[in-house]
């Protein structure tokens, strides 16, 4: 490199003004300053998962429904008319919907009845989402296969750039999945404790936040509801924060978004 030329990545001395950050944070990020008075209006949330039951009443308007296959190599996008398969992904539909009645809801089904799916659907599913430019995509699945882990994790960085935050749920069980375990994502496992806005930071990862999701009752299919325990409904609990805080503060990055997460977590001080 010729002496005075400048390293790949760098910032000149005369650009400086082109990183101004558009607003000024206060002396101490509050609940009141994050999301005070916001409903999730402008925020746009996919649910990859089973699909949405059209019309439930604790989801409402699903904007979008569509269905991810593949056809050889190719992937197929197709306007989803079954609606969600089985429940999982009307549950955590309701739960974002609880947090912002406002948002804009997409579904994305990668899941067919009986939680049956693929890696390749899951990362044409997320790939097709990141794309769209969806600010919050909920994640209330994995997968073990770590033959997909690079991609997913490449996909989880891609997103991460482009503004699209990804809440996922840690696995049920102590094995090795994915992408919760990416430091892109906002990981996600579950408390018993009932108040829906509390939740805590995680000091310990992988996991990041521990949110409600033990006896929780959610929506499911035919209308109804049921009582469930799972990471998957602790995560859009997360996702739906998330969505009221962009719905506040459409500038925040993911990097910005996962800070008011923390100093915002009801073991953090800023809680209340």
């Given at each position: 490199?010729?002496?005075?030329?400048?390293?790949?990545?760098?910032?000149?001395?005369?650009?400086?003004?082109?990183?101004?950050?558009?607003?000024?944070?206060?002396?101490?990020?509050?609940?009141?300053?994050?999301?005070?008075?916001?409903?999730?209006?402008?925020?746009?949330?996919?649910?990859?998962?089973?699909?949405?039951?059209?019309?439930?009443?604790?989801?409402?308007?699903?904007?979008?429904?569509?269905?991810?296959?593949?056809?050889?190599?190719?992937?197929?996008?197709?306007?989803?008319?079954?609606?969600?398969?089985?429940?999982?992904?009307?549950?955590?539909?309701?739960?974002?919907?609880?947090?912002?009645?406002?948002?804009?809801?997409?579904?994305?089904?990668?899941?067919?009845?009986?939680?049956?799916?693929?890696?390749?659907?899951?990362?044409?599913?997320?790939?097709?989402?990141?794309?769209?430019?969806?600010?919050?995509?909920?994640?209330?699945?994995?997968?073990?296969?770590?033959?997909?882990?690079?991609?997913?994790?490449?996909?989880?960085?891609?997103?991460?750039?482009?503004?699209?935050?990804?809440?996922?749920?840690?696995?049920?069980?102590?094995?090795?999945?994915?992408?919760?375990?990416?430091?892109?994502?906002?990981?996600?496992?579950?408390?018993e404790q009932r108040d829906p806005y509390t939740f805590f930071y995680n000091p310990q990862p992988p996991v990041e936040f521990f949110a409600?999701?033990?006896?929780?009752?959610?929506?499911?299919?035919?209308?109804?509801?049921?009582?469930?325990?799972?990471?998957?409904?602790?995560?859009?609990?997360?996702?739906?924060?998330?969505?009221?805080?962009?719905?506040?503060?459409?500038?925040?990055?993911?990097?910005?978004?996962?800070?008011?997460?923390?100093?915002?977590?009801t073991n953090v001080g800023a809680g209340a």
């Amino acid at each position: 490199m010729s002496e005075g030329a400048l390293p790949a990545w760098s910032l000149p001395s005369d650009a400086t003004g082109t990183i101004e950050l558009p607003s000024e944070w206060p002396e101490r990020v509050t609940r009141d300053w994050a999301w005070g008075g916001a409903d999730g209006r402008g925020v746009k949330v996919c649910i990859l998962d089973s699909g949405v039951e059209p019309d439930h009443p604790l989801v409402g308007r699903i904007d979008r429904s569509v269905v991810i296959s593949l056809d050889g190599d190719d992937v197929v996008v197709g306007e989803d008319t079954d609606g969600d398969l089985c429940g999982h992904g009307t549950a955590c539909a309701g739960v974002v919907r609880s947090f912002a009645p406002k948002c804009e809801l997409v579904s994305v089904r990668v899941l067919g009845a009986g939680y049956t799916g693929s890696g390749s659907v899951l990362l044409a599913g997320l790939r097709w989402a990141i794309e769209q430019g969806y600010d919050v995509v909920n994640m209330s699945l994995s997968t073990t296969k770590q033959k997909f882990a690079g991609l997913l994790h490449e996909l989880a960085d891609s997103a991460y750039f482009r503004r699209t935050i990804l809440v996922a749920s840690a696995h049920n069980m102590p094995v090795e999945s994915y992408p919760w375990r990416f430091s892109s994502v906002i990981s996600v496992g579950s408390h018993e404790q009932r108040d829906p806005y509390t939740f805590f930071y995680n000091p310990q990862p992988p996991v990041e936040f521990f949110a409600r999701g033990v006896d929780v009752e959610v929506a499911w299919m035919g209308g109804g509801t049921l009582m469930s325990t799972g990471n998957s409904f602790a995560t859009p609990h997360i996702a739906g924060i998330a969505a009221l805080v962009l719905s506040k503060h459409p500038e925040l990055t993911p990097f910005q978004l996962k800070s008011v997460l923390y100093l915002t977590a009801t073991n953090v001080g800023a809680g209340a």
